[in-house]
Protein backbone atom coordinates (compact mmCIF):
# COMPACT_ATOMS: atom_id res chain seq x y z
CA UNK A 1 0.00 0.00 0.00
CA UNK A 2 1.52 3.36 -1.07
CA UNK A 3 2.52 5.74 2.06
CA UNK A 4 3.78 9.00 2.91
CA UNK A 5 4.38 9.90 6.37
CA UNK A 6 5.79 13.25 6.98
CA UNK A 7 7.97 14.17 10.49
CA UNK A 8 7.67 16.07 13.07
CA UNK A 9 4.59 17.11 13.23
CA UNK A 10 4.84 20.78 13.84
CA UNK A 11 8.52 22.60 14.40
CA UNK A 12 9.44 25.94 15.98
CA UNK A 13 12.39 27.25 15.31
CA UNK A 14 14.11 30.95 15.81
CA UNK A 15 14.96 32.86 12.95
CA UNK A 16 17.83 31.66 11.62
CA UNK A 17 17.56 28.34 13.05
CA UNK A 18 18.95 26.05 10.44
CA UNK A 19 16.62 22.25 10.42
CA UNK A 20 14.98 19.80 7.88
CA UNK A 21 12.24 18.03 7.81
CA UNK A 22 11.45 14.56 6.74
CA UNK A 23 9.02 12.17 4.48
CA UNK A 24 9.22 9.15 4.49
CA UNK A 25 7.53 6.97 1.69
CA UNK A 26 6.21 3.92 0.16
CA UNK A 27 4.93 3.70 -3.34
CA UNK A 28 4.92 1.21 -6.22
CA UNK A 29 7.05 2.51 -8.91
CA UNK A 30 7.96 6.52 -8.14
CA UNK A 31 7.00 8.85 -10.84
CA UNK A 32 8.16 11.79 -8.29
CA UNK A 33 8.04 13.05 -5.20
CA UNK A 34 6.92 16.48 -4.50
CA UNK A 35 6.88 19.16 -1.63
CA UNK A 36 4.39 22.18 -1.58
CA UNK A 37 3.90 24.57 1.12
CA UNK A 38 0.52 25.71 2.31
CA UNK A 39 -0.78 28.96 3.97
CA UNK A 40 -3.70 28.99 6.33
CA UNK A 41 -6.95 29.18 3.71
CA UNK A 42 -5.36 28.57 0.82
CA UNK A 43 -4.41 25.88 -1.81
CA UNK A 44 -0.93 24.00 -1.73
CA UNK A 45 1.75 26.37 -3.53
CA UNK A 46 4.35 24.21 -5.77
CA UNK A 47 8.03 24.07 -4.75
CA UNK A 48 9.87 21.44 -5.96
CA UNK A 49 9.87 17.86 -7.98
CA UNK A 50 12.08 15.03 -7.29
CA UNK A 51 12.47 11.77 -9.74
CA UNK A 52 15.42 9.98 -8.40
CA UNK A 53 17.52 8.73 -5.60
CA UNK A 54 20.32 11.10 -5.17
CA UNK A 55 18.49 13.94 -6.84
CA UNK A 56 18.65 17.47 -5.20
CA UNK A 57 17.02 20.91 -5.71
CA UNK A 58 17.29 24.19 -4.08
CA UNK A 59 15.23 27.83 -3.87
CA UNK A 60 16.04 30.53 -1.79
CA UNK A 61 16.43 28.78 1.48
CA UNK A 62 14.88 25.61 0.98
CA UNK A 63 16.77 22.80 -0.35
CA UNK A 64 15.43 19.07 -1.42
CA UNK A 65 16.90 15.75 -1.55
CA UNK A 66 16.08 12.23 -2.41
CA UNK A 67 16.93 8.30 -1.11
CA UNK A 68 15.18 5.72 -2.16
CA UNK A 69 12.88 5.72 1.28
CA UNK A 70 12.99 9.20 2.25
CA UNK A 71 13.16 12.92 1.11
CA UNK A 72 14.58 15.63 3.25
CA UNK A 73 13.84 19.70 3.20
CA UNK A 74 16.36 21.59 4.09
CA UNK A 75 15.36 25.20 5.68
CA UNK A 76 18.96 27.47 5.92
CA UNK A 77 18.70 30.25 7.87
CA UNK A 78 15.04 30.74 7.79
CA UNK A 79 12.98 33.91 8.45
CA UNK A 80 9.50 34.25 9.84
CA UNK A 81 8.26 34.38 6.39
CA UNK A 82 8.86 30.55 6.11
CA UNK A 83 6.15 29.94 8.34
CA UNK A 84 3.80 27.38 6.92
CA UNK A 85 2.79 23.85 6.60
CA UNK A 86 5.33 21.90 4.66
CA UNK A 87 3.70 19.28 2.60
CA UNK A 88 5.31 16.07 1.08
CA UNK A 89 3.34 13.88 -1.94
CA UNK A 90 4.26 10.78 -4.06
CA UNK A 91 3.16 9.86 -8.12
CA UNK A 92 2.67 5.87 -8.13
CA UNK A 93 2.74 4.18 -11.28
CA UNK A 94 -0.67 4.38 -11.94
CA UNK A 95 -0.85 8.06 -12.00
CA UNK A 96 -2.47 8.67 -7.71
CA UNK A 97 -0.86 11.41 -5.97
CA UNK A 98 -1.02 10.80 -2.00
CA UNK A 99 0.35 12.97 0.45
CA UNK A 100 1.43 13.37 3.84
CA UNK A 101 -0.07 15.09 6.87
CA UNK A 102 2.34 17.86 6.76
CA UNK A 103 4.62 19.61 9.16
CA UNK A 104 4.02 22.81 10.71
CA UNK A 105 6.58 24.99 10.76
CA UNK A 106 6.66 28.29 12.98
CA UNK A 107 9.68 30.76 12.62
CA UNK A 108 9.83 33.23 15.82
CA UNK A 109 11.54 36.58 15.05
CA UNK B 1 -5.71 30.94 -18.93
CA UNK B 2 -7.58 30.26 -15.91
CA UNK B 3 -6.05 26.81 -14.66
CA UNK B 4 -7.96 24.95 -12.42
CA UNK B 5 -11.42 26.30 -11.29
CA UNK B 6 -13.91 25.34 -8.54
CA UNK B 7 -17.43 25.59 -7.81
CA UNK B 8 -18.85 26.68 -5.51
CA UNK B 9 -16.49 28.06 -2.92
CA UNK B 10 -18.77 27.65 0.06
CA UNK B 11 -21.67 25.83 0.53
CA UNK B 12 -23.86 24.70 3.46
CA UNK B 13 -26.28 21.46 3.44
CA UNK B 14 -28.39 19.63 5.70
CA UNK B 15 -27.80 15.87 6.57
CA UNK B 16 -29.01 13.96 3.60
CA UNK B 17 -28.93 16.73 0.76
CA UNK B 18 -27.22 15.45 -1.95
CA UNK B 19 -24.70 18.19 -4.15
CA UNK B 20 -22.16 18.26 -6.69
CA UNK B 21 -18.53 20.32 -6.60
CA UNK B 22 -17.37 21.05 -10.42
CA UNK B 23 -14.26 20.93 -11.05
CA UNK B 24 -12.93 22.65 -14.89
CA UNK B 25 -9.22 23.03 -15.82
CA UNK B 26 -7.99 24.41 -18.90
CA UNK B 27 -4.81 22.93 -19.60
CA UNK B 28 -5.21 20.00 -21.34
CA UNK B 29 -4.05 17.87 -18.41
CA UNK B 30 -4.43 13.66 -19.36
CA UNK B 31 -4.88 13.40 -14.53
CA UNK B 32 -7.75 15.07 -12.46
CA UNK B 33 -8.20 15.04 -8.61
CA UNK B 34 -10.59 15.31 -5.86
CA UNK B 35 -8.77 15.72 -2.74
CA UNK B 36 -10.06 16.84 1.12
CA UNK B 37 -8.00 18.41 3.55
CA UNK B 38 -9.37 18.13 7.29
CA UNK B 39 -7.18 20.31 10.06
CA UNK B 40 -4.13 18.44 10.53
CA UNK B 41 -4.57 15.54 8.47
CA UNK B 42 -3.20 16.81 5.01
CA UNK B 43 -4.85 16.66 1.80
CA UNK B 44 -6.79 12.51 1.63
CA UNK B 45 -7.03 11.59 -1.72
CA UNK B 46 -11.09 11.21 -2.61
CA UNK B 47 -10.91 9.71 -6.34
CA UNK B 48 -9.04 10.26 -9.20
CA UNK B 49 -8.96 9.66 -13.12
CA UNK B 50 -5.53 8.98 -14.88
CA UNK B 51 -7.06 10.00 -18.30
CA UNK B 52 -10.31 10.79 -19.48
CA UNK B 53 -12.96 8.05 -19.54
CA UNK B 54 -11.26 6.08 -16.20
CA UNK B 55 -11.62 7.05 -12.49
CA UNK B 56 -10.18 5.37 -9.70
CA UNK B 57 -10.80 4.97 -5.75
CA UNK B 58 -8.46 7.23 -3.74
CA UNK B 59 -7.77 6.93 0.75
CA UNK B 60 -11.26 8.21 1.42
CA UNK B 61 -13.88 6.97 -1.63
CA UNK B 62 -16.77 6.44 0.74
CA UNK B 63 -19.86 8.41 0.30
CA UNK B 64 -18.50 10.21 -2.60
CA UNK B 65 -19.30 9.67 -6.87
CA UNK B 66 -17.34 11.18 -9.22
CA UNK B 67 -17.82 11.70 -12.78
CA UNK B 68 -15.08 12.55 -15.62
CA UNK B 69 -17.48 14.40 -18.26
CA UNK B 70 -15.08 15.19 -20.41
CA UNK B 71 -10.99 15.82 -20.70
CA UNK B 72 -11.66 19.49 -19.23
CA UNK B 73 -14.46 18.31 -16.45
CA UNK B 74 -14.19 16.40 -13.44
CA UNK B 75 -16.92 16.28 -11.00
CA UNK B 76 -17.13 15.39 -6.75
CA UNK B 77 -21.11 14.23 -6.18
CA UNK B 78 -22.40 13.82 -2.56
CA UNK B 79 -26.02 11.72 -2.65
CA UNK B 80 -26.72 11.68 0.86
CA UNK B 81 -24.12 14.20 3.02
CA UNK B 82 -23.05 13.84 6.54
CA UNK B 83 -21.41 16.00 9.10
CA UNK B 84 -18.37 13.81 9.03
CA UNK B 85 -18.33 15.09 4.90
CA UNK B 86 -17.57 18.91 6.62
CA UNK B 87 -14.30 20.05 5.12
CA UNK B 88 -12.50 21.73 2.46
CA UNK B 89 -12.34 20.00 -0.85
CA UNK B 90 -9.30 20.65 -3.66
CA UNK B 91 -9.90 19.82 -7.05
CA UNK B 92 -5.80 19.39 -8.65
CA UNK B 93 -4.73 18.76 -12.59
CA UNK B 94 -1.62 16.59 -13.46
CA UNK B 95 -0.17 17.14 -16.94
CA UNK B 96 2.02 13.87 -16.30
CA UNK B 97 5.78 14.43 -17.69
CA UNK B 98 6.75 17.92 -18.35
CA UNK B 99 8.41 21.46 -16.64
CA UNK B 100 8.04 20.93 -12.91
CA UNK B 101 5.78 17.54 -13.20
CA UNK B 102 3.25 19.40 -10.59
CA UNK B 103 0.22 19.14 -9.63
CA UNK B 104 -2.10 22.75 -10.29
CA UNK B 105 -4.98 23.03 -7.73
CA UNK B 106 -8.33 25.01 -7.42
CA UNK B 107 -8.94 27.49 -4.88
CA UNK B 108 -11.30 25.13 -3.19
CA UNK B 109 -15.23 24.61 -1.79
CA UNK B 110 -15.32 25.24 1.80
CA UNK B 111 -18.23 22.69 2.39
CA UNK B 112 -20.08 22.26 5.90
CA UNK B 113 -22.80 20.25 6.64
CA UNK B 114 -25.33 20.58 9.78
Known amino acids: EDQVTQSPEALRLQEGESSSLNCSYTVSGLRGLFWYRQDPGKGPEFLFT???AGEEKEKERLKATLTKKESFLHITAPKPEDSATYLC??????????FGKGTRLHILP | NAGVTQTPKFQVLKTGQSMTLQCAQD?????MYWYRQDPGMGLRLIYY???????DKGEVPNGYNVSRLNKREFSLRLESAAPSQTSVYFCASHGGAGVGNEQFFGPGTRLTVL
Open chain 2, 49 to 55: SASEGTT
Open chain 1, 89 to 98: AVRSRDDKII
Open chain 2, 27 to 31: MNHNS
Open chain 1, 50 to 52: LYS
